[in-house]
Antibody, heavy 120, light 110 residues
Framework: EVQLLESGGGLVQPGRSLRLSCAAS????????LTWVRRAPGKGLEWVSS????????YYADSVKDRFTVSRDISTHTLSLQMNSLRAEDTAVYYC?????????????WGQGTLVTVSS | QSVLTQPPSASATPGQRVTISCFGS????????VNWYQHLPGTAPKLLIH???QRPSGVPGRFSGSKSGTSASLAISGLQSEDEADYYC???????????FGGGTKLTVL
């Protein structure tokens, strides 16, 4: 059974940093792209970032480009999202999901999410 | 403003059929597959339909998807109270080089 477990969320002041992690299990980790999606209060789902199965290529939404960095560790089966220069509008529940890169892909498994609140 | 356009809300009574539309462009829906997700805030989103019309194992046959040109739709027949949730279409966008979602449709079962 695929399991994705996010952690690292919390309350952080504007301009500060936070690192999210997603522990993956139940599938061959280095076979699949991985994706971060967020949902802000009162808003819909928003794609944040994706990383290829090898980790060689990364993709970002314009809203987070140059502030967020996605990475993956094959040895620990962990997906990470380093979030710098956080803004109030980054407040959301962040979900990690399996898949998501390319024209025929889809997000077939999701975690329960971790809440990030950016506020002074 | 979302790249894919969905109606913000839909409603129907139990047992009825409801359809949710999703409009995009050639760089996303027109050239790539469309997926549909169901989400209740506080829970993990769930893949309902992938590759335009394919149902993952475990998704009831009441849910169906279709695509024509730059638009897609999700149909739910035999509506049940537990179908009350937010529904999102999504597709890869070749121009943006990213995944794009619709704004979501809140389905109310009356």
């Amino acid at each position: 059974e695929v399991q994705l477990l996010e952690s690292g969320g919390g309350l952080v002041q504007p301009g500060r940093s936070l690192r999210l992690s997603c522990a993956a299990s139940g599938f061959t980790f280095d076979y699949y792209a991985l994706t971060w999606v967020r949902r802000a209060p009162g808003k819909g789902l928003e794609w944040v970032s994706s990383i290829t199965s090898s980790g060689d290529d990364t993709y970002y939404a314009d809203s987070v480009k140059d502030r967020f960095t996605v990475s993956r560790d094959i040895s620990t089966h962990t997906l990470s999202l380093q979030m710098n220069s956080l803004r109030a509008e980054d407040t959301a529940v962040y979900y990690c999901a399996k898949g998501g890169l390319g024209g025929s892909s889809h997000l077939d498994s999701w975690g329960q999410g971790t809440l990030v609140t950016v506020s002074s | 403003q979302s790249v894919l356009t969905q109606p913000p809300s839909a409603s129907a009574t139990p047992g009825q059929r409801v359809t949710i539309s999703c409009f995009g462009s050639g760089s996303n829906v027109g050239g790539n597959t469309v997926n549909w997700y169901q989400h209740l805030p506080g829970t993990a989103p769930k893949l309902l339909i992938h590759s335009n019309y394919q149902r993952p194992s475990g998704v009831p046959g009441r849910f169906s998807g279709s695509k024509s040109g730059t638009s897609a739709s999700l149909a739910i027949s035999g509506l049940q109270s537990e179908d009350e949730a937010d529904y999102y279409c999504a597709s890869w966008d070749d121009s943006l080089k990213g995944l794009v979602f619709g704004g979501g449709t809140k389905l109310t079962v009356l």
